[in-house]
């Protein structure tokens, strides 16, 4: 069970915002969590706390197959992306990084910013000031590689590959 | 030790969920059984079939495919290198399944971006992938990869979202991100959801002044930014029957643009002269089920044009009032072949560039840029003054070559037009056909390409 602050964020946020094209050439890896959704807030990055939760609308992490987006997110100390509805790749880059993710529906009308909610991802459900949210849990395969913390992670664990 | 060359799903998703999938799988075939010989398939589920070793697969199942070409590049590439270095295990699958293309900035614009070249440089040489594209041999990847490497049936993955360009040569192509993509080189497979399919019949012929890219933007612009989301959009009917292969790409390339998986065409003969196969084995069949079938009639599009910030805020040109362009881009994954040089050049030929105007071109390959110098059209855009340069992705996603400045407007032939997407968060893009971008070079502001064409 996860809890933590939440930041609003609207429909279609795309990963050009998340993350600008500008800051992915560079080689250290600790500029991204700077910078992140700085295309909609800039100052998101001195705002955001360790343990807080993204809520967002429809079609979040929309545009470029750019994972830094969701290790910008997650290093950035989110612990939880909970949206209308995910872009596919974004989607997939969250999994693979083990940033956790709830699709459900209904929870951008919810839930008020900076308001503090209870997420359980194994039952995919959401507690709110206003109710209970429940979604469809993510298929057993690929929580167990978002419990891995990714599928580096994943793989190491099980050393499948030597 | 090496991974097993027929890696299963096991290296994938572990035993304990491999157990309970084939369950899932096996409740799937029983519910399917009755109906399996009567129910249809859509070109994208048989690639997913054939890839999975099933006989027929159904939306919304998981299946893992086994991959025909795994492509990286210089901006996602390094990250999927460095997952392998973690890992402790780097060598490809397939040497010759993997393709490695320079093409975000080449050549190579800052010391950062010259050692992610260097990186990916080592990584080919050390395994003598004979797939590698360097400086002076590429162009962007998606073109290099129609040109070259894909073909009618093929399951295609590359770390870039535009990966469903390929989808207009008849395979199945998607972008993934840069850790699946080493889970990729590593298994030579990858968990796929097997999208629903919407069909997009698109019949009649457009006038002269219009062209694919006003078909997509018209799309995007009626559908949403993810109204095909997580869904393969297949482009099917006269209207692409008649269309040029580069047409065909210009619309399979911005399938992501409305949330797409893939974009996809049915191979025809024009297909099979293009990859160079003798015949294609896969298409939708005639009663295939769809999820969505949406009739785009051609004869009605205008000139259209995606106004900033999102891909579906689609105006006709000519009712989008004034804007002026500090600089018209021509060229990317989705406008940048020759088809595209040649409807710009057509128009620019004889007429120069507003003065408060920069009119950037790249050609998006080698083999585009040759042709189009053979044909004079690098001359009509210089001439023009226009700048040429090299083939790789320039501005499109504010890499270099024309970086826009506070304030700035660029009316451009890419795909994106994000908050800060060539440059400052206060910069403009608006996405247009070659055409449109053309004509509104020579007026400096956005302009009706048709009247070039003796039209309105």
């Keep these: ?162 | 030790m090496h991974v097993q060359k027929k890696a299963t799903i096991v290296e994938l998703v572990g035993l304990s969920s491999y157990s309970l999938y084939r369950k899932f799988l096996n409740l799937t075939t029983q519910i399917c059984e009755g109906r399996r010989f009567l129910m249809a398939m859509t070109i994208s589920e048989k690639i997913l079939a054939r890839a999975s070793g099933r006989d027929r697969v159904e939306p919304g199942e998981y299946v893992v495919g086994k991959i025909d070409l795994a492509m990286i590049h210089d901006l996602t590439g390094p990250l999927t290198l460095n997952v392998l270095k973690e890992v402790g295990y780097d060598r490809p699958w397939d040497t010759d399944r993997v393709v490695i293309i320079l093409d975000h900035q080449v050549p190579a614009n800052s010391t950062v971006t010259a050692a992610l070249h260097k990186q990916l440089r080592e990584y080919a040489k050390k395994y003598g992938l004979k797939n590698y594209h360097d400086v002076g041999r590429q162009g962007v990847c998606h073109q290099i990869l129609a040109e070259s490497y894909v073909k009618p049936g093929m399951l295609v993955v590359g770390a870039d979202s535009h990966t469903c360009s390929l989808g207009a040569l008849g395979a199945f192509a998607t972008g993934i991100g840069s850790t699946e993509m080493a889970s990729v080189f590593i298994t030579g497979e990858l968990w796929f959801r097997v999208p629903e399919t919407i069909k997009f019949e698109i019949t009649g012929k457009m006038e002269k002044g219009v062209s694919a890219k006003d078909l997509i933007l018209k799309i995007i612009g009626t559908v949403g930014v993810d109204g095909a989301r997580y869904c393969a959009a297949e482009f099917t009917g006269n209207g692409i029957a008649n269309m040029s292969m580069d047409g065909r790409l210009t619309i399979c390339n911005m399938a992501i643009e409305m949330g797409g998986k893939t974009g996809i065409m049915n191979p025809d003969r024009r297909t099979l002269d293009y990859t160079g196969v003798k015949a294609a084995s896969v298409a939708s069949d005639s009663d295939a089920e769809y999820m969505k079938v949406i009739g785009v009639d051609l004869e009605e599009l205008e000139p259209q044009v995606a106004i900033p910030h999102s891909v579906d805020n689609v105006k006709l040109v000519s009712e989008a009032g004034e804007i002026t362009a500090d600089q018209v881009f021509i060229g990317s994954c989705t406008n940048g072949r020759l088809e595209d040089l040649e409807a710009a050049a057509r128009i620019l030929k004889g007429r120069k560039v507003s003065p408060g105007t920069r009119l950037v071109v790249i050609p998006a390959s080698k083999k585009v840029y040759i042709e189009a110098e053979a044909r004079g059209y690098i001359k009509i855009f210089m001439d023009a003054d226009g700048v040429v340069c090299n083939p790789n992705c320039g501005p499109c996603l504010g890499g270099h070559m024309g970086i826009l400045a506070d304030g700035e407007n660029c009316v451009s032939t890419s795909n994106r037009n994000f908050i800060g997407r060539m440059g400052s968060t206060s910069s403009k893009v608006y996405l247009v056909s070659p055409e449109t971008a053309a004509a509104t070079a020579i007026e400096g502001k956005l302009a009706d390409p048709r009247k070039y064409f003796g039209g309105r």
């Design chain 1, 1 to 162: 069970m996860l809890k933590g602050r939440v930041w609003k964020f609207g429909d279609d946020v795309d990963t050009d915002v998340i993350i600008p094209a500008k800051y992915l050439r560079s080689v250290d890896q600790t500029v991204w969590p700077k910078h992140v959704l700085e295309g909609l807030d800039p100052s998101f990055s001195l705002k955001v706390k360790l343990g807080d939760i993204i809520v967002a609308g429809k079609n979040f992490g929309c545009g470029s197959s750019r994972e830094q987006a969701a290790l910008a997110i997650k290093w950035a100390g989110v612990a939880a992306v909970i949206a209308e509805s995910f872009a596919r790749i974004f989607f997939r880059n969250a999994i693979n990084n083990g940033l956790p993710l709830i699709e459900c529906r209904g929870i951008s009308k919810l839930v008020e910013e900076g308001e503090v909610i209870a997420v359980d991802l194994d039952r995919g459900e959401v507690r709110t000031n206003n109710g209970m949210l429940r979604s469809v849990p993510l298929p057993p395969f690929l929580q167990e590689i978002v419990n891995s913390g990714g599928l580096v992670e994943y793989y190491k664990a099980r050393k499948k590959v030597h």
